[in-house]
């Protein structure tokens, strides 16, 4: 089955306690993308990458780090938590920005950092 | 800027039609989205459109585009109680750097009375 996966879905954390979110996905796509859902805000993007080696920062991108070493993962990395990170966080990824797929998003990981 | 507008809340009764509201910004959008998110999912892709269409239908699902006031609508026809969720309207943006983006709206949750 095509997917996005994402693990852990539930995370409960202390500050500064380093903690990585992992995103898999089996669709080939080039394009991956996190973002963070918060109430009242929508979704906003932290990072993204358009191929392996290649990622750049979206619009809140600061505590965040991301890597892209294999075309299939593209873990979220928090190096020092805080808890203003606590959020609803989403993986996805599409096969083009342009076109008619969308983006094929991961189930969430909801993260709470005490 | 770029910005994507939805209206936060709306209550329909069951078998009634739902119309779901979106404004955006980019004049240069090819397609725009309509996603559903249910609780404690992810975002699943519903529908799109391109930027030269001004209605597409699938089954429940009517999307209107008016182009030249940037608005964007999606009518879900005898609305159940399982359309019950949360609706995003998204634009796929071409960015100043010539790469697309996806913005997406707040989200507007729709709830559905019995």
């Known amino acids: 089955e095509a997917q996005v996966t994402q693990n852990p879905r539930y995370l409960i954390t202390v500050t500064g306690k380093k903690l990585t979110v992992t995103c898999s996905q089996n669709m080939n796509h080039e394009y991956m993308s996190w973002y963070r859902q918060d109430p009242g805000l929508g979704l906003r993007q932290i990072y993204y990458?358009?191929?392996?080696?290649?990622?750049d920062k979206g619009d809140v991108p600061e505590g965040y780090k991301v890597s892209r070493k294999e075309k299939r993962n593209f873990p979220l990395i928090l190096e020092s938590p805080s808890p203003n990170q606590t959020s609803l966080y989403f993986c996805?990824?599409?096969?083009?920005?342009?076109?008619?797929?969308?983006?094929?998003f991961g189930s969430g990981t909801r993260l709470t950092v005490v | 800027g770029e910005d994507v507008e939805q209206s936060l809340f709306l209550s329909v009764r069951e078998g009634d039609s739902s119309v779901i509201n979106c404004t955006y910004t980019d004049s240069s959008s090819t397609y725009l989205y309509w996603y559903k998110q249910e609780p404690g999912a992810g975002l699943q892709l519903l529908t799109y459109i391109f930027s030269n269409m001004d209605m597409k239908q699938d089954q429940r699902l009517t999307v209107l585009l008016n182009k030249k006031d940037k608005h964007l609508s999606l009518r879900i026809a005898d609305t159940q109680t399982g359309d019950s969720a949360i609706y995003f309207c998204?634009?796929?943006?071409?960015?100043?750097?010539?790469?697309?983006?996806?913005?997406f709206g707040t989200g507007t949750r729709l709830k559905v009375l019995a």
């Open positions: 998204a634009e796929s943006a071409l960015q100043a750097s010539g790469t697309y983006k996806y913005i």
């Open positions: 990458s358009m191929n392996v080696e290649v990622t």
């Open positions: 996805a990824s599409s096969l083009s920005l342009t076109g008619v797929y969308g983006y094929t």
